[in-house]
């Protein structure tokens, strides 16, 4: 049974910080392409960022330079840190899985999803 577990989620102000945490089981976590996704209230599902089994990254424009992916190989974990957060950073984070997404910015190319985790940023 594969899981991905969301937290870290919750309440900030414009400018403040958050750090969301993935913990994944029931796959060869090493092995895969990780990434995060988001979704507003009437909004498409929208790319975030991606982390590949060899570290390389990448990120949605509209994020670079405040956000950061990360993965700790040893603890099944994936982390986005969120900085300077704007009130349109609002939504649901998803963390999702996949053995090698041809286009990363694709939801359909992820097999596994978690059950997301609310954002709510205050102007």
């Known amino acids: 049974q594969v899981q991905l577990v969301e937290s870290g989620g919750g309440l900030v102000q414009a400018g403040g910080s958050l750090r969301l945490s993935c913990a994944a089981s029931?796959?060869?976590?090493?092995?895969?392409?990780m990434a995060w996704f988001r979704q507003a209230p009437g909004k498409e599902r929208e790319f975030v960022a991606a982390?590949?089994?060899?570290?390389?990254?990448y990120y949605t424009d509209s994020v670079k330079g405040r956000f950061t992916i990360s993965r700790d190989n040893a603890k099944n974990t994936v982390y986005l840190q969120m900085n300077s957060l704007k009130p349109e950073d609002t939504a649901v984070y998803y963390c999702?899985?996949?053995?090698?997404?041809?286009?990363?910015?694709?939801?359909?190319?992820?097999?596994?999803w978690g059950q997301g985790t609310q954002v709510t940023v205050s102007s």
């Open positions: 999702a899985a996949d053995t090698a997404p041809r286009t990363p910015r694709t939801p359909r190319e992820y097999d596994y």
């Open positions: 029931g796959i060869i976590f090493s092995t895969y392409t």
């Open positions: 982390i590949w089994s060899d570290g390389s990254t």
